[in-house]
């Protein structure tokens, strides 16, 4: 997809954005990012008066983003080179390179090595390389805590699926699919048990009733200490 990227500004309003257009959009959309502020995608057709209307509608929201962003200190984006610090089930652990042995991740003591196979890596085969092991230790061991706690609870999902959310950390329809996301892998084991163990209780409880925080409270009772911990922590558990 190409795109056109223009950063724009303009007087009558307090805050600049980033212009991305392309053919293939048919609407204006905007998302708030913590390091690159306002990004508008647009279809090429639209005219730049036509999205000033769209902005100045959502001035107010948009202001209110970028105050609560600013507010917070964001982590920087990950770089993926070696001697940066990767969070593993609630630990920092060194991100590190050797060509000794077949090409892949591993984790050690406290470093999680990226093995090139004796060939070069750049930033971007070590990027995928770390998501994709990542990915693969997500499915293994939430897998196994979801199994452990159902066979405990009785409550047993229809469906289970490891997938990529912006903001969910699990999810649960009606029909009984279970959804989590990989990015858990990164927090504690105690705080992985609190999220598989509030979507197990939505089998039974859909809603967040006084019925279904019992349920929770009957299996992990410290689950606001736990939940308090990833609302604190979520913005490090990010790729």
Known sequence: MNYNILICYHLVMAFSYQLKRSGRRRSIGITIDPHKGVVVAAPKWVGKSEIVKVLRDKQGWIESKLAYFASREWPKPK???????????GK??????????????YLRAEEIL??????????????????????????????????????????????????????????????????????????P????????????????????????????????PDHKQRRAWLRKNSLRLQF
């Not at 920092?92 to 991740?105: A, R, Y």
């Not at 750049?122 to 706690?149: D, Q």
């Not at 705080?191 to 992990?220: G, N």
């Open 79 to 89: 770089e993926f080179k070696p001697g940066e610090k990767l969070l593993f089930l």
């Open 92 to 105: 920092e652990h060194t991100l590190s390179q050797g060509g000794h042995l077949p090409k892949g991740v």
């Open 189 to 220: 084991i105690e705080v992985i048990d609190y999220v598989v163990v509030h979507e197990l209780s939505h089998l039974c409880h859909l809603d967040h009733s006084c019925h279904f925080w019992a349920k929770v409270s009957s299996v992990i």
């Open 114 to 187: 990226v093995a090139t196979g004796g060939q070069e890596t750049g930033i971007i085969n070590r990027k995928r390389l770390i998501r994709e092991w990542y990915i693969n230790e997500a499915k293994r061991l939430i897998v196994a805590r979801l199994e452990l706690y159902a066979a405990r609870m009785r409550l047993f999902p229809g469906k289970v699926a490891i997938k990529e959310h912006r903001r969910q950390w699990g999810s649960c329809s009606r029909r009984g699919s279970i959804n989590f996301n990989w990015k858990l892998i990164m927090a």
